[in-house]
């Protein structure tokens, strides 16, 4: 929580209000009309508005700092577009590169790129200091629920097709439904959330039941993508523990870099195994798209989001990434669409949907139809 003397926030009449801009004599444009926004009421008050430096940083009034509804899912429809390209990008490293080396390295540069950037620019916000508590938490808590999951998700990848991958994590909401528990939800809310785990569990029935009959290898690859979307809803609270304290691009900073720490002997004995690299420009070009793009960017507005909205809410935009992931993987790799995809792509978004979806209280009622 902001204190009544921070120098980022403070609270006044239900409002957020960036001090610099009042003490200027100004603060319209960083006035940010919390009271009446029911979307807000379970989440602590961020210490700062993520991105947004005293200076004017030059993201502060773009999606990558929006603190509006519509600017966090602006940022998060960029996200799961960055994150189609990446998944396409990372199935054509894990082929020729080790996976966890891939991984490794991807958030060791993304990470430290993030805090470069927020040591020497206002562009991302200014850097808040870690202390030792906190660092502990950021090691323990994100760092290694981020490493988990990328090695999954890679093995995944390496082992099955993008579009798969890509629709178990769209079933990451139904996750964090579940995880979210029982207390102080009405039956009405209890009955949607367990027909949405019928449906999304039907979904990934669906998905996974081919593989059972073609190959051991085949179904090793499905049941991978079915913990990475778990291991990736973890990521996603874990994340949120400690965004009251960090901005969103220092979360992602931190956690990157760490989980990239934690990775580096596992992926120095995994080149050593495979007696080196096979180093061509075009894999290192490919690598580098995914650091920024779908390193840096997209974690960025994603961790933004968390920090406004809970978990589930962010994670119905996690629809949007089976459909991207599968259209790049069958413009950029020429992979085939299975026949199953479709079916259960319909029953994993229903089932997100029907227990998730509030979308006045995600974009406002002036962006719907009136009833």
Request: glycine share 10%; hydrophobic share 55%.
């Amino acid at each position: 929580m902001a204190s009544p003397q921070s120098p980022i926030l403070r609270r006044s009449n239900g409002q957020l209000t960036h001090r610099a801009s009042l003490d200027k004599g100004a603060g319209q444009d960083s006035v940010h009309d919390r009271a009446q926004d029911s979307s807000f009421e379970s989440f602590p008050t961020p210490a700062a508005i993520p991105f947004a430096s005293g200076a004017g940083g030059c993201f502060a009034l773009g999606v990558f700092g929006a603190s509006s509804k519509q600017g966090i899912a602006a940022g998060l429809v960029v996200a799961v577009f960055l994150w189609g390209a990446n998944n396409s990008g990372v199935k054509i490293l894990v082929q020729e590169w080790p996976p966890v080396f891939v991984g490794a390295t991807r958030f060791l540069c993304a990470g430290l790129l993030l805090l470069a950037l927020l040591r020497w620019t206002d562009w991302l916000g200014r850097a808040t200091p870690v202390g030792a508590a906190l660092s502990r938490q950021l090691w323990h808590r994100g760092a290694l629920s981020l490493a988990i999951y990328i090695v999954i998700f890679n093995w995944a990848l390496k082992a099955t097709a993008v579009s798969h991958v890509a629709l178990y994590l769209g079933a990451a909401p139904v996750w964090a439904l579940l995880w979210e528990g029982v207390a102080g939800k009405s039956r009405r809310r209890l009955a949607r959330g367990y027909a949405a785990a019928v449906l999304a569990l039907t979904g990934v029935l669906v998905l996974f039941w081919p593989a059972l009959w073609a190959s051991p290898a085949s179904a090793l690859g499905e049941l991978l993508g079915l913990a990475s979307s778990v291991l990736w809803t973890l990521y996603g609270r874990q994340c949120r523990a400690v965004g009251t304290r960090l901005s969103g691009a220092e979360i992602t900073a931190h956690t990157m870099w760490r989980a990239g720490v934690l990775l580096l002997p596992v992926a120095a004995l995994e080149v050593l195994l495979r007696g080196g690299l096979a180093w061509r420009w075009e894999l290192v070009a490919v690598q580098s798209m995914c650091i920024v793009a779908g390193g840096v960017m997209a974690y960025s507005l994603w961790a933004n989001a968390l920090r406004h909205w809970q978990t589930s809410e962010v994670y119905l935009f996690n629809n949007l990434i089976p459909l991207s992931s599968t259209l790049w993987a069958h413009a950029w790799l020429k992979e085939p669409i299975t026949p199953t995809f479709w079916v259960a792509m319909l029953l994993i978004v229903s089932g997100v949907l029907v227990g998730q979806a509030n979308w006045p209280r995600l974009f406002g009622a002036r962006w719907l139809p009136a009833e």
